[in-house]
């Protein structure tokens, strides 16, 4: 990530030294990702100070009594609420009416980054296959393509995980084998996002029947059921570490059933096995 300071002058990459145009006239501190897109620094996020101003409009209702819930809903319907409003002192009005709209235009920014991302993720092919696993994303799928292009550089799945600093460090030593937490390190931004996906999978095999989930699904339910939040999330994101690298690698579409054609599973026989048998 790099911190960058956009004015209404403009705005430019500390590491390529381009300009960035899509951001002119914030007047903010922002931070962005440097991406290798279209020969062009292009940005895959928008952290600007929207959680900020949320914060600042919340510490000002409070002070005079007006407790704001959570979300995002809860505070556009307060800062449009006359009743509200009446209760605060006139000064603060306008003070209110800047955050409103710094926020709301922050948000319309975040809006058509989220759109351009989107764009770009239909429009690439490689994007649109590792969209196959639950919990990958275009803001995923684009990042991953953007950074790793077809994962060929590592000569397999788990050098690539490792590069995430999604594996265990090991103290190994005599044949004694030790390992310690995940290494973290790599790139933190695209392992965030595997990790946050992992969420997204969990959710969906605890929500899924038990009768309709498939193998993935069973492994993440059995996993829920022995090992902490924290490390079944890790586990996840690994497994798709390496399902990303396979199908980029070796332009393969996602085969939720490819760990049967492992020659180490020992699979139930078939019906025609079985009728042979018998």
Same mark, same amino acid.
């Given at each position: ?16 030294? $381009?300009?960035?145009?899509? *951001? ?13 897109? +279209? ?21 000002? +209702?409070?002070? +005079? ?17 006359? %009743? ?7 000064? *603060? ?5 800047? *955050? ?25 092919? !490689? ?30 799945? !788990? ?31 695209? !392992? ?5 996906? %992992? ?21 993440? $339910?059995?996993?829920?059921? !022995?090992?902490? +939040?924290?490390?079944? *999330? ?45």
């Amino acid at each position: 990530l790099i911190c960058v300071e956009s004015t209404a002058e403009g705005t430019q990459c500390h590491r390529c030294g $381009r300009d960035i145009r899509d *951001l002119h006239g914030l007047d903010a501190v922002v931070r962005l990702r440097h991406l290798p897109l +279209f020969d062009v620094a292009v940005f895959v996020g928008l952290a600007v100070t929207s959680h900020n101003a949320k914060k600042l409009a919340k510490a000002k +209702f409070r002070e +005079f009594g007006v407790v704001v819930a959570r979300s995002d809903h809860a505070l556009r319907r307060a800062l449009g609420d006359e %009743a509200v409003r009446a209760r605060l002192p006139a000064m *603060l009005h306008g003070l209110l009416d800047d *955050l409103h709209a710094h926020w709301r235009q922050v948000r319309e920014r975040i809006a058509a980054c989220d759109a351009t991302i989107a764009a770009h993720a239909r429009a690439d092919v !490689r994007s649109r296959r590792v969209q196959q696993i639950t919990g990958v994303g275009p803001l995923t799928a684009d990042a991953l393509v953007a950074t790793i292009g077809d994962g060929r550089e590592f000569a397999q799945g !788990r050098q690539f995980s490792a590069w995430l600093g999604l594996t265990p460090v090991q103290h190994s030593s005599g044949g004694r084998q030790c390992l310690g937490q995940i290494s973290c390190r790599g790139d933190s931004y695209l !392992r965030t996002l595997l990790i946050q996906g %992992a969420r997204s999978s969990l959710q969906r095999a605890k929500a899924t029947a038990a009768d309709k989930a498939g193998p993935e699904e069973i492994w993440i $339910r059995d996993l829920a059921s !022995r090992l902490p +939040f924290g490390k079944v *999330l890790v586990a996840i994101a690994n497994k798709h570490a390496r399902q990303l690298w396979a199908m980029l690698a070796r332009d393969e579409e996602y085969d939720a059933d490819a760990w049967l054609r492992h020659p180490m599973v020992q699979r139930p026989a078939s019906r025609k096995e079985q009728a042979a048998i018998a």
